[in-house]
């Protein structure tokens, strides 16, 4: 019944705000100059009262461009007579189509387009408008179109006579204004059509402006025109630096969050990505499977996919080890892989992939499971090789790597070598010149990245601090815009980086809290602006994914906070691969210390936070999340503070029990998962991580010598098998 309502303003509503012009024009800061220049029409859609009109009028005014309105300008001069006697006419079954014909005899070009709220129900219609400029949904909340349509005593609502509310008939039209948007601006509540066309030219001068788009090197290489999927599938830029956005970090205002408190994951994510991600590369409906693939019950053991709760008075924990291989990486892990082959099969010239990947442990098996997963749904040929140090990660988490190896993807432990000399090897094999043009010549072969270092695994990692925030919102403990602090358990500096990222955004933290373990590198440097490993050796802990010296991110944060100063950082990371060292301005320094703050934690304190916390309150933590819980309870203030945790406990189950004076002697790694649920309950057991763990064949071992020449022979011998 519902699928034939609808409802159109035959008496449609003509608002009259009072626009207070003086204060837009000065209170402007947009470059109009570009979205001016555009030929393309400027489309807006949405809901019955969302204001298309009035902001369609502002917008006409602020561009120079007529404004045309669907309604006057071309149904009642197209039909000879009023909307409402068309209506009347072909009654509301009929009048979508009619509508829709009348719509595919529309033409314009460069001018503002106000669409009437049923038009996206006709699909060829809505077509061949959509085809003639960029589409902007107001979406705007649904309790302020019905306020608006009470105040304005509309009661001419086609379809709503069986018994369907306004609200179900809102809902209802919802879907076909997700199914056309290129841009969707999320209006606050209440608020004016004047603000409201300053968030649409905002949207679309971001995105329009050549010198605001794009993406450079931290080191200064100009990365041209290219964009996002150039850079998802590059991974590194060619001088060595990581790539960052050209353009200003985008943000959401309060208002906008607070439209997003009552949201789930998927919804919460599909909003924060799409700030991010130019719709003419992506669009926001690919973009929405992708999500939606990424974050489900098949994927994720819990239904809020990164789950807070309370652990203990105002500390809380965010649980990000749900999915398929229980540690954190699998957020980035279950989208990335998808946009890349988006971007892969979107090539011009289509050529075979290789994702080359250290790990300290956990990303391998993320890397593994999401390439895994969606690489064979694609024509594009991908392949995957990860280099682990054979000794530096736990058996468990090796067993689960290994389980993955197969197919087009390859586990090869390193021996002898720690994490960095992974890292940094690989980084060296991606500004190979001379191997890349032998594999592209012999194998129409290109490297790439999935690491933090990789932009593309970032961003989807701003999504699980934005809705950490959005949670806290949702259960009372904070009201909108109260500061909270995060503390993290920080090795290659992208779980933080993404919530500096968050906080750019909007999200209003306090202070962000790395927390490191033994391995204290960066809390050194943010104690005293100096970076220094010259007379450092990597140690092992029991929380070995942040054992760490070299801390890739860290370069992108240095780059913003001073300025995107380019010369600046190429100085200090060259300075740093020679020297061992390099400090930070005093002003840099400041910066840095507004937002960041750090500490560590000794072996002997995580242990005894994970005994303390299961006694205290019947929660397991992992070795991480106890270095993040250590470092956090000395610096609770008044304010809440989230602590990542970032792992499974399961994951590393033999140290668990050997910290409890458990022996793991003999047993499998699945039946020291199981002696772990033994201690507490809390968290649950993993089911994903049990099931990989069961199907582990260690004849698929292999390892290789720690030099460069024997990683490169390795991934020839790779590439000539699988190519
Ligand atoms: C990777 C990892 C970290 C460190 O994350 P970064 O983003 O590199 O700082 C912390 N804990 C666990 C369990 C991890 O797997």
């Given at each position: 019944?519902?699928?034939?309502?609808?409802f159109?303003?035959g008496?449609?509503?003509?608002?009259?705000?009072?626009?207070?012009?003086?204060r837009?024009?000065?209170?402007?800061?947009?470059?109009?100059?570009?979205?001016t220049?555009?030929?393309?029409?400027?489309?807006?859609?949405?809901?019955?009262?969302?204001?298309?009109?009035?902001?369609?009028?502002?917008?006409s005014t602020?561009?120079?461009?007529?404004?045309?309105d669907i309604?006057?300008?071309?149904?009642?001069?197209?039909?000879?007579?009023?909307?409402?006697?068309?209506?009347?006419?072909?009654?509301?079954?009929?009048?979508?189509?009619?509508?829709?014909?009348?719509?595919?005899?529309?033409?314009?070009e460069?001018?503002?387009?106000?669409?009437?709220?049923?038009?996206?129900?006709?699909?060829?219609?809505?077509?061949?408008?959509?085809k003639?400029g960029?589409?902007?949904?107001?979406?705007?909340h649904?309790?302020?179109?019905?306020?608006?349509l009470?105040?304005?005593?509309?009661?001419?609502?086609v379809?709503?006579?069986?018994?369907?509310?306004?609200s179900?008939?809102?809902?209802?039209?919802?879907?076909?204004?997700?199914?056309?948007?290129?841009?969707?601006?999320?209006c606050?509540?209440?608020?004016?059509?004047?603000?409201?066309?300053?968030?649409?030219l905002n949207k679309?001068?971001?995105?329009?402006?050549?010198?605001?788009?794009?993406y450079?090197?931290?080191?200064?290489?100009?990365?041209?025109?290219?964009?996002?999927?150039d850079?998802?599938?590059?991974?590194?830029?060619?001088?060595?630096?990581?790539?960052?956005?050209?353009?200003?970090?985008?943000?959401?205002?309060?208002?906008?969050?607070?439209?997003?408190?009552?949201?789930?994951?998927?919804?919460?994510?599909?909003?924060?990505?799409?700030?991010?991600i130019?719709w003419?590369?992506?669009?926001p409906?690919?973009?929405?499977?992708?999500?939606?693939?990424?974050?489900?019950?098949?994927?994720?053991?819990?239904?809020?996919?990164?789950p807070?709760f309370?652990?203990?008075?105002?500390?809380?924990?965010?649980?990000?080890?749900?999915?398929?291989?229980?540690?954190?990486?699998?957020?980035?892990?279950?989208?990335?892989?998808?946009?890349?082959?988006k971007?892969a099969?979107?090539?011009?010239?289509?050529t075979?992939?290789?994702?080359?990947?250290?790990?300290?442990?956990?990303?391998?098996?993320a890397?593994?499971?999401?390439?895994?997963?969606?690489?064979?749904?694609?024509?594009?040929?991908?392949?995957?090789?990860?280099?682990?140090?054979s000794?530096?990660?736990s058996?468990?988490?090796?067993?689960?790597?290994?389980?993955?190896h197969?197919?087009?993807?390859?586990v090869?432990?390193?021996?002898?070598?720690?994490?960095?000399?992974?890292?940094?090897?690989?980084?060296?094999?991606?500004?190979?010149?001379?191997?890349?043009?032998?594999?592209?010549?012999?194998?129409n072969?290109?490297?790439?990245?999935?690491n933090?270092?990789?932009?593309?695994?970032l961003?989807?990692?701003?999504?699980?601090?934005?809705?950490?925030?959005?949670?806290?919102?949702?259960?009372?403990?904070?009201?909108?815009?109260?500061?909270?602090?995060?503390c993290?358990?920080?090795?290659?500096?992208?779980?933080?980086?993404?919530?500096?990222?968050?906080?750019e955004?909007?999200?209003?933290?306090?202070?962000?809290?790395?927390?490191s373990?033994?391995?204290?590198?960066?809390?050194?440097?943010?104690?005293?602006?100096?970076?220094?490993?010259?007379?450092?050796?990597?140690?092992?802990?029991?929380?070995?994914?942040?054992?760490?010296?070299?801390?890739?991110?860290?370069?992108?944060?240095?780059?913003?906070?001073?300025?995107?100063?380019?010369?600046?950082?190429?100085?200090?990371?060259?300075?740093?691969?020679?020297?061992?060292?390099?400090?930070?301005?005093?002003?840099?320094f400041?910066?840095?210390?507004?937002?960041?703050?750090?500490?560590?934690?000794?072996?002997?304190?995580?242990?005894?936070?994970?005994?303390?916390?299961?006694?205290?309150?019947g929660?397991?933590?992992?070795?991480?999340?106890?270095?993040?819980?250590?470092?956090?309870?000395?610096?609770?203030?008044?304010?809440?503070?989230?602590?990542?945790?970032?792992?499974?406990?399961?994951?590393?189950?033999?140290?668990?029990?050997?910290i409890?004076?458990?022996?793991?002697?003999?047993?499998?790694p699945?039946?020291?998962v199981?002696?772990?649920?033994?201690?507490?309950?809390?968290?649950?057991?993993?089911?994903?991580?049990?099931?990989?763990?069961?199907?582990?064949t260690?004849?698929?071992?292999?390892?290789?010598?720690?030099?460069?020449?024997s990683?490169?022979?390795?991934?020839?011998?790779?590439?000539?098998?699988?190519l």
């Amino acid at each position: 019944m519902l699928k034939r309502t609808y409802f159109h303003f035959g008496l449609r509503a003509r608002y009259c705000f009072k626009l207070n012009y003086k204060r837009w024009i000065s209170g402007s800061k947009i470059n109009l100059q570009n979205v001016t220049r555009s030929k393309e029409n400027i489309i807006l859609m949405g809901s019955p009262g969302c204001g298309k009109t009035t902001v369609g009028r502002i917008l006409s005014t602020k561009l120079g461009k007529p404004v045309l309105d669907i309604d006057d300008d071309h149904l009642e001069p197209y039909w000879g007579m009023p909307v409402s006697d068309k209506l009347s006419e072909v009654g509301s079954d009929g009048f979508v189509n009619a509508e829709g014909e009348a719509l595919l005899a529309f033409n314009a070009e460069n001018s503002v387009i106000s669409l009437t709220g049923s038009n996206p129900m006709h699909s060829d219609g809505m077509a061949h408008i959509a085809k003639t400029g960029t589409v902007v949904f107001l979406d705007i909340h649904m309790e302020d179109i019905i306020e608006r349509l009470e105040r304005m005593k509309v009661n001419r609502i086609v379809g709503q006579n069986d018994g369907t509310s306004m609200s179900e008939i809102l809902k209802y039209r919802q879907q076909f204004y997700e199914r056309w948007y290129d841009a969707r601006v999320i209006c606050e509540r209440n608020e004016d059509p004047t603000s409201v066309a300053e968030k649409v030219l905002n949207k679309l001068s971001s995105l329009e402006s050549s010198d605001s788009q794009g993406y450079v090197s931290t080191r200064g290489l100009d990365l041209g025109d290219k964009q996002f999927n150039d850079v998802l599938l590059k991974g590194l830029a060619d001088d060595g630096g990581l790539i960052v956005p050209r353009r200003n970090i985008p943000k959401l205002s309060l208002g906008q969050l607070s439209r997003m408190v009552n949201m789930s994951y998927t919804e919460r994510a599909l909003r924060v990505l799409e700030q991010w991600i130019n719709w003419r590369e992506l669009r926001p409906q690919d973009l929405k499977k992708c999500i939606d693939n990424a974050y489900n019950s098949k994927t994720f053991s819990n239904p809020d996919i990164c789950p807070v709760f309370s652990l203990d008075g105002n500390q809380f924990i965010q649980e990000l080890f749900h999915g398929p291989t229980a540690s954190f990486k699998d957020i980035a892990l279950q989208l990335m892989p998808q946009l890349f082959v988006k971007a892969a099969e979107s090539e011009l010239h289509p050529t075979n992939y290789l994702i080359l990947v250290a790990t300290s442990g956990d990303t391998g098996g993320a890397v593994l499971d999401g390439f895994t997963r969606y690489a064979d749904s694609t024509k594009v040929n991908i392949n995957v090789i990860i280099l682990y140090p054979s000794d530096g990660i736990s058996s468990i988490q090796r067993d689960q790597m290994i389980a993955y190896h197969g197919g087009n993807a390859r586990v090869i432990g390193v021996q002898g070598a720690d994490f960095d000399f992974c890292q940094t090897n690989v980084k060296k094999i991606f500004s190979d010149k001379n191997l890349a043009e032998e594999l592209l010549r012999t194998h129409n072969l290109k490297f790439s990245a999935a690491n933090s270092i990789s932009f593309g695994r970032l961003i989807p990692q701003v999504v699980y601090h934005v809705t950490s925030y959005l949670d806290l919102v949702r259960d009372k403990v904070i009201s909108m815009g109260d500061e909270i602090d995060l503390c993290v358990p920080t090795g290659n500096f992208g779980n933080i980086l993404a919530a500096y990222y968050a906080k750019e955004m909007g999200i209003p933290y306090k202070r962000l809290i790395c927390a490191s373990n033994s391995n204290n590198i960066l809390s050194e440097f943010l104690q005293t602006g100096c970076y220094d490993i010259s007379s450092r050796r990597l140690s092992k802990t029991v929380s070995p994914a942040i054992d760490i010296l070299v801390s890739s991110n860290l370069e992108r944060l240095l780059y913003h906070l001073s300025g995107e100063d380019h010369s600046m950082i190429r100085d200090a990371f060259t300075k740093l691969q020679h020297d061992g060292n390099f400090d930070v301005s005093p002003v840099v320094f400041e910066r840095l210390k507004e937002s960041f703050h750090a500490d560590w934690c000794s072996e002997e304190d995580c242990y005894r936070t994970i005994k303390e916390t299961l006694s205290n309150t019947g929660y397991l933590m992992d070795p991480h999340t106890s270095v993040g819980k250590t470092v956090a309870d000395r610096m609770m203030s008044d304010r809440p503070m989230i602590i990542a945790s970032t792992a499974h406990p399961g994951k590393f189950a033999e140290d668990i029990l050997n910290i409890f004076g458990r022996s793991s002697n003999g047993m499998t790694p699945p039946e020291m998962v199981m002696a772990l649920q033994e201690l507490g309950p809390r968290p649950s057991e993993q089911e994903s991580l049990m099931n990989t763990l069961e199907k582990n064949t260690m004849g698929n071992r292999r390892v290789c010598d720690s030099n460069y020449d024997s990683l490169v022979s390795e991934i020839k011998s790779v590439t000539d098998r699988t190519l």
